[in-house]
């Protein structure tokens, strides 16, 4: 558990950062009068400090040289409210910008949030969890403080330059031209550092993803990391990917360190020329002392918005980056309300609309009951490569209305993926599915999802209470307490009363704080608690001793009665709650028929239930020959292992006669 799963995103921006951070405008447009406003203030305060230069100006020429304290007083007293304005035009700007921006980045998650919840499964299949969570997190951090200092303050310091330049050519058109001289090479240096900058902040932004996903992979499976002493192995691909994160940083340090101290020499340099320029004139009697001090001053006050120009520009191209990584995850087309992939995240509107649930409702009133159908399901993964086969390759079956499938093959052979269409956690390629006789394609999501319920093969609890967990199953009416403790009650969850706080007990995150057994038997609690008219259930007692099994088995067939329900199964103990099976052989159904006749007539079933060592393939003639007794079981010979089957029957069958006792 080392690798960790990359980001699919290209690597490199393949547009301009003005194209990027313009895509943030339909965030922007509920904020952009206080900006737009902040970003008025911010060049007022500093057309204010301009201001300064113009007044030490006229105490030089005035008081200063006519030996008048009350003048100088007057101009400190000046200069003191000129900066006392300042301060506060920038607070007022700061406050401006401060709760709007934290709510644009609010709503930018809040999407980000939604979008993922409504994207197909083989997103998040592709996806690693860290690059979303870095996406969500981190990233929408970078472009909330873009918009309340970059943005403004590149807007704020081109003002300021400009306004600035103007004063300095006013007070000595020779003096202005030496400042500007640096100009054109600042120019070349910023458009080569902004394209390298570029590249190492979305290397940076990707290696920080890849982290994040190690991290959560290290946290949520310390428990395998502790119990096979892998914690040095995990320690060395940390220190590995810290590594080149680090590295990477280091370049992006370089590079801002390397156009800081281009901005920063040359303009001193041009300072230091325009001085002794200024001098020389002063000394000719062709410039006053308060005008090469306004000069100076005002040059001086240029310093930072010329030297913060490498520091916007890197914020900017972060920025930029991040807004990429946003929206390559926005821009993934998500399902309408049938299912079928076609809108973005950037495009507003519900999931399922009303008149569609209506109109497409297969199983309204009227229409006969007809269970579940699948006519020629076909089903390929789609990174699979393009020459292989499909995983599903045409399945047909028809589960009747109140009936119990069970679902029996080998490992691999596609039970949990075809488990997986129904609920259309991924879309058939080939083929329909029907329940009572309308497409699962046509019904809208919400109505697919009440009409149906599923417990995986691997329950996944939320960090929440045992009540919430369970409620999660129920429709939109919601679950009362009598429904969740109903169906407590067929998981045979009597464990809940024993937990400090009962329903109301936080289970931990993955629900880890509970056994593995509990854990599947609260899912199983899910699944049921809505009364859905279909049922799938994916091996659900794999996790539960011989005497749990049979007492839920008991309160499972109170369920099933009701329900039209198909079964995964791996143990005949689970078979015994179908009414009928089916196996699922190399992506389509070969057999299908009650437990003893699948047992007389198909070597594959007998071969699956009883863990013998026949081959598949065996002479099925012998299978044939060999009568099921009252249980259902061949009398296989004793070398396969009859007296242990044998044992193993008895002892479920004993334990389901208690539990009907009881």
Same mark, same amino acid.
């Given at each position: 558990?080392?690798?960790?799963?990359?980001?699919?995103?290209?690597?490199?921006?393949?547009?301009?950062?003005?194209?990027?951070?313009?895509?943030?405008?339909?965030?922007?447009?509920?904020?952009?009068?206080?900006?737009?406003?902040?970003?008025?203030?911010?060049?007022?305060?500093?057309?204010?400090?301009?201001?300064?230069?113009?007044?030490?100006?006229?105490?030089?020429?005035?008081?200063?040289?006519?030996?008048?304290?009350?003048?100088?007083?007057?101009?400190?007293?000046?200069?003191?409210?000129?900066?006392?304005?300042?301060?506060?035009?920038?607070?007022?700007?700061?406050?401006?910008?401060?709760?709007?921006?934290?709510?644009?980045?609010?709503?930018?998650?809040?999407?980000?949030?939604?979008?993922?919840?409504?994207?197909?499964?083989?997103?998040?299949?592709?996806?690693?969890?860290?690059?979303?969570?870095?996406?969500?997190?981190?990233?929408?951090?970078?472009?909330?403080?873009?918009?309340?200092?970059?943005?403004?303050?590149?807007?704020?310091?081109?003002?300021?330059?400009?306004?600035?330049?103007?004063?300095?050519?006013?007070?000595?058109?020779?003096?202005?031209?030496?400042?500007?001289?640096?100009?054109?090479?600042?120019?070349?240096?910023?458009?080569?550092?902004?394209?390298?900058?570029?590249?190492?902040?979305?290397?940076?932004?990707?290696?920080?993803?890849?982290?994040?996903?190690?991290?959560?992979?290290?946290?949520?499976?310390?428990?395998?990391?502790?119990?096979?002493?892998?914690?040095?192995?995990?320690?060395?691909?940390?220190?590995?990917?810290?590594?080149?994160?680090?590295?990477?940083?280091?370049?992006?340090?370089?590079?801002?360190?390397?156009?800081?101290?281009?901005?920063?020499?040359?303009?001193?340099?041009?300072?230091?020329?325009?001085?002794?320029?200024?001098?020389?004139?002063?000394?000719?009697?062709?410039?006053?002392?308060?005008?090469?001090?306004?000069?100076?001053?005002?040059?001086?006050?240029?310093?930072?918005?010329?030297?913060?120009?490498?520091?916007?520009?890197?914020?900017?191209?972060?920025?930029?980056?991040?807004?990429?990584?946003?929206?390559?995850?926005?821009?993934?087309?998500?399902?309408?309300?049938?299912?079928?992939?076609?809108?973005?995240?950037?495009?507003?509107?519900?999931?399922?609309?009303?008149?569609?649930?209506?109109?497409?409702?297969?199983?309204?009133?009227?229409?006969?009951?007809?269970?579940?159908?699948?006519?020629?399901?076909?089903?390929?993964?789609?990174?699979?490569?393009?020459?292989?086969?499909?995983?599903?390759?045409?399945?047909?079956?028809?589960?009747?209305?109140?009936? =119990?499938? !069970? $679902? *029996?093959? &080998?490992?691999?052979?596609?039970?949990?993926?075809? @488990?997986?269409? /129904?609920?259309?956690? +991924?879309?058939?390629?080939?083929?329909?599915?029907?329940?009572?006789?309308?497409?699962?394609?046509?019904?809208?999501?919400?109505?697919?999802?009440?009409?149906?319920?599923?417990?995986?093969?691997?329950?996944?609890?939320?960090?929440?209470?045992?009540?919430?967990?369970?409620?999660?199953?129920?429709?939109?009416?919601?679950?009362?307490?009598?429904?969740?403790?109903?169906?407590?009650?067929?998981?045979?969850?009597?464990?809940?009363?024993?937990?400090?706080?009962?329903?109301?007990?936080?289970?931990?995150?993955?629900?880890?704080?509970?056994?593995?057994?509990?854990?599947?038997?609260?899912?199983?609690?899910?699944?049921?608690?809505?009364?859905?008219?279909?049922?799938?259930?994916?091996?659900?007692?794999?996790?539960?001793?011989?005497? =749990?099994? !049979? $007492? *839920?088995? &008991?309160?499972?067939?109170?369920?099933?009665?009701? @329900?039209?329900? /198909?079964?995964?199964? +791996?143990?005949?103990?689970?078979?015994?709650?179908?009414?009928?099976?089916?196996?699922?052989?190399?992506?389509?159904?070969?057999?299908?028929?009650?437990?003893?006749?699948?047992?007389?007539?198909?070597?594959?079933?007998?071969?699956?239930?009883?863990?013998?060592?026949?081959?598949?393939?065996?002479?099925?003639?012998?299978?044939?020959?060999?009568?099921?007794?009252?249980?259902?079981?061949?009398?296989?010979?004793?070398?396969?292992?009859?007296?242990?089957?044998?044992?193993?029957?008895?002892?479920?069958?004993?334990?389901?006669?208690?539990?009907?006792?009881?």
């Amino acid at each position: 558990m080392s690798a960790t799963t990359t980001d699919p995103a290209p690597a490199v921006r393949s547009r301009s950062a003005i194209r990027s951070l313009l895509r943030l405008w339909p965030y922007v447009r509920a904020v952009r009068v206080r900006l737009g406003v902040s970003a008025v203030v911010g060049a007022g305060a500093s057309c204010v400090a301009l201001l300064i230069p113009l007044v030490l100006k006229w105490m030089v020429d005035g008081p200063v040289s006519d030996h008048d304290p009350a003048g100088v007083w007057l101009g400190g007293g000046l200069i003191l409210l000129l900066g006392l304005l300042e301060a506060l035009l920038f607070g007022i700007r700061r406050w401006l910008v401060a709760r709007p921006l934290a709510g644009v980045e609010a709503a930018m998650r809040a999407d980000l949030y939604r979008h993922l919840q409504r994207l197909p499964v083989e997103f998040h299949d592709r996806w690693a969890s860290g690059q979303l969570l870095s996406r969500a997190t981190m990233d929408l951090q970078i472009l909330r403080m873009f918009l309340a200092f970059p943005l403004v303050f590149l807007v704020v310091n081109t003002v300021t330059v400009l306004i600035g330049f103007a004063i300095l050519f006013a007070q000595s058109w020779l003096l202005g031209l030496v400042l500007l001289a640096p100009a054109v090479p600042l120019m070349i240096m910023c458009s080569v550092f902004e394209t390298r900058y570029a590249l190492a902040a979305r290397r940076a932004q990707d290696q920080a993803g890849d982290l994040a996903t190690l991290v959560e992979e290290s946290v949520l499976g310390i428990r395998i990391i502790k119990a096979f002493g892998r914690h040095r192995s995990q320690a060395r691909a940390f220190r590995a990917q810290t590594r080149g994160l680090w590295r990477t940083e280091m370049r992006k340090a370089r590079l801002l360190s390397d156009i800081w101290a281009v901005i920063m020499t040359l303009p001193e340099v041009a300072i230091g020329a325009a001085l002794v320029c200024g001098v020389l004139q002063v000394a000719d009697g062709k410039l006053s002392a308060g005008t090469l001090v306004a000069f100076l001053s005002t040059a001086l006050a240029l310093r930072w918005p010329v030297e913060s120009i490498g520091f916007l520009l890197a914020m900017s191209n972060e920025a930029a980056t991040a807004a990429d990584r946003y929206f390559e995850a926005m821009d993934t087309p998500e399902p309408d309300s049938s299912g079928r992939t076609g809108r973005t995240g950037s495009t507003s509107g519900s999931e399922d609309d009303g008149s569609a649930a209506r109109a497409t409702d297969g199983t309204g009133a009227g229409r006969p009951s007809d269970g579940l159908r699948m006519h020629a399901v076909r089903f390929r993964y789609p990174d699979a490569p393009d020459a292989g086969p499909d995983l599903l390759k045409g399945v047909d079956l028809h589960i009747g209305p109140g009936e =119990t499938m !069970a $679902l *029996v093959g &080998a490992t691999g052979s596609g039970k949990t993926t075809l @488990t997986a269409l /129904l609920p259309r956690l +991924h879309q058939a390629t080939g083929g329909r599915i029907t329940l009572d006789g309308a497409d699962i394609a046509d019904l809208p999501v919400k109505r697919l999802r009440e009409l149906l319920a599923v417990a995986f093969e691997e329950p996944t609890l939320f960090s929440a209470t045992v009540r919430e967990n369970v409620a999660m199953g129920a429709g939109p009416e919601g679950a009362d307490e009598a429904d969740i403790v109903r169906a407590l009650a067929v998981a045979q969850c009597g464990f809940v009363e024993r937990l400090p706080q009962g329903l109301d007990t936080q289970v931990g995150e993955q629900g880890l704080s509970l056994s593995g057994g509990q854990r599947q038997r609260l899912a199983l609690a899910r699944a049921v608690v809505g009364r859905p008219q279909f049922l799938v259930l994916d091996d659900p007692l794999s996790a539960l001793d011989v005497h =749990t099994e !049979a $007492l *839920v088995e &008991a309160a499972l067939r109170e369920v099933l009665a009701d @329900t039209t329900a /198909l079964v995964v199964a +791996h143990r005949p103990s689970t078979v015994m709650l179908a009414d009928r099976v089916a196996l699922l052989e190399d992506g389509r159904i070969t057999a299908v028929g009650t437990h003893a006749e699948l047992l007389r007539d198909s070597a594959v079933y007998r071969h699956l239930m009883s863990g013998a060592d026949e081959e598949p393939g065996a002479d099925e003639e012998s299978g044939a020959d060999e009568e099921p007794d009252a249980e259902g079981h061949p009398d296989l010979p004793e070398q396969h292992g009859a007296e242990e089957r044998t044992g193993e029957a008895d002892e479920v069958s004993a334990a389901r006669e208690r539990s009907d006792a009881r």
